[in-house]
């Protein structure tokens, strides 16, 4: 094989890309991975000022699929693992401007102050209430509307959405974004019937719900998965340009594919039978738009808001919230600048010096995309301002860092379903052709890394 053509050739070097480029090669197969940033690993970003831990990105990530566990074994950095600690459990929900601890069981959902009665009562009605038709639009707010009442919507799944995809409700696609509650009510009628029998199922194939699934990182952050896959790769190219991509003639199941990489001040010619486009939904669009126009069109229409993420260390003081749990999330009737913030030093060791606290807050997301866009200033004074008005925090902290993303997490809102049948149809009318980022099968890394095994197991099968 000459030196520039190669089995598969991956653009976009995020986790998803890492995951395909780490397993096809372990197959044998010779990868070429492109990424047009300086550094690989993509939204995973993980370094250390003194002994404060940074996480620019996802701070930690749940145990739901034996893909993920197979892949950090297999990546040699199973030892650095960190679970959650027992003293993160309890997560609090903002009402009426104090924090109230999220029920996480039966007893103490009909003890708690977060809901009221009459949606407490509701809850014996959901069993009874009919499904949707199958091809239903519904948004994530309409189908929690309809299931659980609005009181459910405004004090848990308004913020849970918002501390997940930093969305909103009343956008998203109930059957993209949380395809499992769809299944749920489709299959077995409803949610509460469903979640009994399904954890059957679940049991069965070895994967745990999102509910159960145990919560994990590393102990210098997750960069270090991402560094222990690029660092195993030996054909990579960083600050790499995509300038054209050209598809060859097919020939039975063969499509060959030219990728002109600008690099270094030169331009280079690659060639491979396949090709994974992993990268986020705009660049996948201008990737493809000389081949692919709706597709591209269709990808480009994909939102994604921006979201600041401030990360502030304190010296705890006798007046602060204990921070006993994992941290909170506030609802948008409760009409905040913030979206939440976690409680990193107690979710997981060495995020901090010892003596000191570790936070992050989020900021901006759908909810309120104006306030992720403000100079870096503002945001981390907005950032104090909460903290202080809900933790009781002092009003100097010890450290801070600030990340502002711009295009943060993409959202499943209403047509998702029908842009990513665009893409399937993009994939059957060239060969060899494939799409993988969070913008598909899930956000989450075990979402990331299931996506991706599906990708090479399709590769694979067609060598």
């Known amino acids: 094989m000459p030196h520039n053509h190669y089995d598969t050739i991956i653009i976009g070097a995020g986790i998803s890309g890492l995951t395909c480029a780490y397993r096809l090669q372990e197959a044998g197969q010779r990868v070429l991975l492109l990424e047009k940033a300086p550094r690989f690993g993509g939204a995973i970003r993980s ?22 566990t197979e892949l950090i074994r297999d990546a040699g950095v199973e030892d650095q693992k960190l679970y959650a600690s027992d003293a993160s459990k309890n997560r609090y929900i903002l009402k009426h401007g104090k924090l109230t601890a999220l029920p996480m069981s039966p007893p103490a959902f009909f003890k708690t102050g977060l809901f009221t009665w009459g949606t407490k009562l509701g809850l014996f009605g959901e069993p009874f209430k009919k499904p949707s038709p199958p091809d239903a639009q519904e948004s994530v707010a309409d189908f929690v509307r309809r299931r659980l009442g609005q009181e459910f919507l405004d004090y848990a799944i308004n913020p849970f959405v918002a501390g997940v995809y930093a969305g909103d409700p009343e956008l998203l696609s109930v059957r993209a974004a949380f395809p499992k509650l769809y299944e749920l009510e489709q299959t077995y009628g409803g949610l509460i019937k469903g979640q009994i029998k399904g954890a059957r199922e679940r049991k069965k194939r070895g994967e745990e719900s999102k509910q159960s699934a145990r919560m994990f990182s590393f102990l210098d952050g997750m960069q270090t998965l991402t560094d222990a896959l690029a660092n195993a790769i030996p054909d990579k190219i960083h600050s790499a340009e995509v300038r054209a991509i050209r598809i060859g003639e097919t020939e039975g199941n063969d499509s060959r594919f030219t990728v002109t990489v600008a690099h270094d001040g030169e331009e280079k010619e690659f060639a491979a039978r396949d090709l994974i486009i992993a990268t986020p939904a705009g660049p996948a669009a201008e990737l493809s738009r000389a081949f692919a126009p709706k597709l591209s069109a269709e990808l480009e229409e994909i939102p994604y808001p921006p979201v600041a993420e401030v990360i502030t260390g304190y010296t705890p003081t006798a007046d602060m919230h204990p921070l006993d749990g994992f941290g909170f999330l506030i609802p948008k009737v409760e009409k905040r600048r913030i979206l ?7 979710i997981f060791r060495k995020r901090a010096p010892e003596g000191k606290v570790h936070l992050t807050t989020f900021i901006g997301g759908m909810r309120q995309p104006e306030e992720a866009l403000r100079p870096d200033q503002e945001i981390v004074q907005t950032a104090l301002d909460e903290q202080r008005a809900l933790l009781g925090t002092p009003e ?44 598909r099968g899930g956000i989450s890394v075990g979402d990331c890394v299931k996506s991706a095994h599906a990708v090479v197991d399709r590769v694979m099968a067609s060598r």
């Open 340 to 346: 939440g913030t976690i409680f990193s030093s107690t």
């Open 47 to 68: 370094a250390r000022e003194d002994e404060w831990l940074i996480e620019a990105g996802p701070n930690s990530t749940l145990e739901t699929t034996p893909l993920l």
């Open 396 to 439: 100097q902290p010890d450290f801070v860092y600030v990340t502002a993303w711009k295009h943060a997490i993409p959202q499943y809102v209403r047509g998702h379903l029908e842009r990513m049948a665009t893409v399937e149809e993009v994939e059957q009318a060239h060969p060899g052709l494939h799409y993988c980022a969070n913008y």
